[in-house]
Each structure stands twice: as structure tokens, then as C-alpha cells.
């Protein structure tokens, strides 16, 4: 059954519950939207998948996650899926797409020391598109790339109540500054929508005082932008939680202890 509807809808897409700190962004800009959040539970992480099975998992999973919420407004709040399949998500589909790919031009204006880390799934640092964002954007700064192992899952795992590996924390931040030049770096970029989960026990190894940089404030100032005439004055509404994989009770419980009314196991008919 379909939503009813008296105000815009926004699907908020993750592979995981990475989208949660987007949903945080509008809820702090106080978009007047119903927000429905879709992880791609059955395919996470997307960080060690092949480019081959997401460039046809991501449309196939958001057009049914748009039809089961009517929804007005996408947002790919995954920098891994951004990075591959925007284009392709955007050809399937004929409402706006908002795609959540690495803010290497704010971090360019921010760092002193001219040398930026951008930490991001193994997939994400690989990416021509991720070439392309640093050679248009960085303003001739040098940026050092990891690509972590496990991050993703360590924020996953945190949400869960779980306590996660400290060594992946440490893998991460270690990943950037045992970099010849990594001792430079005084900005950090979180591309991928897990990580600002995660953000307080990164910084909790920083060596020296940095700067940490995420997509949230600049997608929800454009979520806002593009859908200025349609939204109300009200709260933002945290409508329902889907996901993909059957029995996902962690998850499901995770996303009613985050605010979700309902929760939803969404049909994705996908084969390889
Ligand atoms: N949250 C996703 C991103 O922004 C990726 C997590 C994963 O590996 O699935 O890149």
C-alpha cells in the first residue's frame, strides 16, 4: 500500500545505514519533508563489491524503493554508489536525483597546510570520478587517499550497540598519515556516509587537531533548494525504514531506536 502523501517525499538510498547522517542533515535544516530511508541490507557493503554487479544493483534497488514511497526526491546518500551509477540511476528514473560524491572543493578552501586526506570505501578511492572531483576541485592541493577496510561495518556495528574492532579505527586514521606527506594533513573528507558515525573515534586518534569535512549540510541545502516550493513549515518526519535483506532485525531495530515510524522489508527482483 502506498503512502498517503500531504508534503514531499525523500528517499534517502544506502547501501546501509550510512544514510542516517544525511537523514541527521535535514533534520538539523528542518526540512518540512517526509524522509524514508532504503539500505541496500541484502548487498552491503558496497565498498568490496564489483563495479559490474552495482552499476546494475543501485537503479534496479532505488526504482523500487521509489515506486513503495511514492517518493519525489532521491538522494544516493552512498559516495561508493554516487561515484559508479549516478548517471545510470538518473537515466531510470524521472524525479531528481541528488548524488553524495567526495567534498574535495570545500576541503580545498579549508586546509592551511595544503594537504588534504580523503578517507572513502576501497572502491570509492579507486574511482575516475573521484580523479576528476580532485583534479577540478582541489585548487592544486595535494590530497592523500585511503581507501578502509571495514569502516563502514565498524559504523554499522556501532549503531547495532555493538562495540566495534578498534583496529579499524586505527587501520583508517594510520592508512592516511603513515603516507609520505600524511603528517601534513589538516583536513580530513569523509566520503563515505558511514564514517561521520564514526567521526568522534577517529578523531579520538588524531595526532594533531584537524578539520573534518562531510557531504550533510551542503545535500541538505540542496534537497532544500530543489524542493523550496513543495515543502511545509513542520518538522521533519522520519516516515519509514526499508531495507532489502529478510530477516535484517538489527537493522530494523536500529531504525525505529533512530526515529522511524514503521519499518519495511522492500521485494527487489535482481538477478545477475
Ligand atoms: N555508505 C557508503 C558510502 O558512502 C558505503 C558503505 C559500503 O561500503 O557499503 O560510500
Redo the contacts with the bound molecule.
Keep these: 500500500m502506498k503512502p498517503p502523501k500531504n508534503r514531499p517525499h525523500v528517499l534517502v538510498f ?3 545505514l ?1 544514510g542516517l547522517s544525511i537523514v541527521n542533515a535535514l533534520i538539523e535544516q528542518k526540512l518540512g519533508v517526509d524522509v524514508f530511508h532504503l539500505a541496500d541490507t541484502a548487498f ?5 563489491k564489483a563495479d559490474e554487479t552495482l552499476i546494475l544493483r543501485v537503479p534496479t534497488v532505488i526504482r523500487a524503493g521509489i515506486e513503495a514511497t511514492s517518493a519525489d526526491l532521491v538522494i544516493v ?5 554516487s561515484t559508479l551509477a549516478l548517471d545510470g540511476v538518473r537515466a531510470q528514473v524521472d524525479i531528481p536525483v541528488v548524488g ?1 560524491v567526495p567534498a574535495i572543493k570545500p576541503a580545498a578552501a579549508l586546509t592551511r597546510t595544503g594537504t588534504i586526506g580523503l578517507l ?2 576501497p572502491k ?1 578511492v579507486t574511482r575516475s570520478y573521484t580523479d576528476q572531483l580532485i583534479a577540478a576541485f582541489s585548487d592544486g592541493k595535494t590530497v592523500l587517499r585511503h581507501g578502509a577496510v571495514g569502516l ?1 561495518g565498524a559504523a554499522e556495528a556501532k549503531l547495532a550497540g555493538e562495540t566495534p574492532d578498534p583496529e579499524i579505527f586505527q587501520a583508517a586514521m594510520s592508512g592516511l598519515f603513515d603516507q609520505k606527506g600524511g603528517e601534513a594533513i589538516d583536513v580530513i573528507v569523509l ?4 564514517y561521520p558515525l564514526v567521526q568522534a573515534e577517529l578523531e579520538a586518534l588524531a595526532p594533531h587537531p584537524l578539520t573534518w569535512v562531510d557531504s550533510g549540510a551542503a545535500i541538505a541545502r540542496r534537497t532544500a533548494h530543489l524542493l523550496q516550493d513543495q515543502m511545509d513549515q513542520g518538522a521533519t518526519a522520519l516516515r519509514s525504514g526499508l531495507t532489502t535483506g529478510g530477516a535484517d532485525e538489527a537493522t530494523r531495530r536500529v531504525l525505529v531506536g533512530f526515529g522511524f515510524q514503521t519499518t519495511q522489508a522492500l521485494n527487489v527482483e535482481f538477478q545477475l
Excluded at 552491503?44 to 568490496?48: A, D, L, Q, T
Excluded at 566520503?191 to 558511514?194: G, I, K, N, R, V
Design positions: 544506502d547501501s546501509g550510512g552491503f557493503p558496497y565498498g568490496e546518500a552512498c559516495n561508493t554508489a553524495v572513502a570505501t570509492t563502514a566520503a563515505c556516509t558511514h
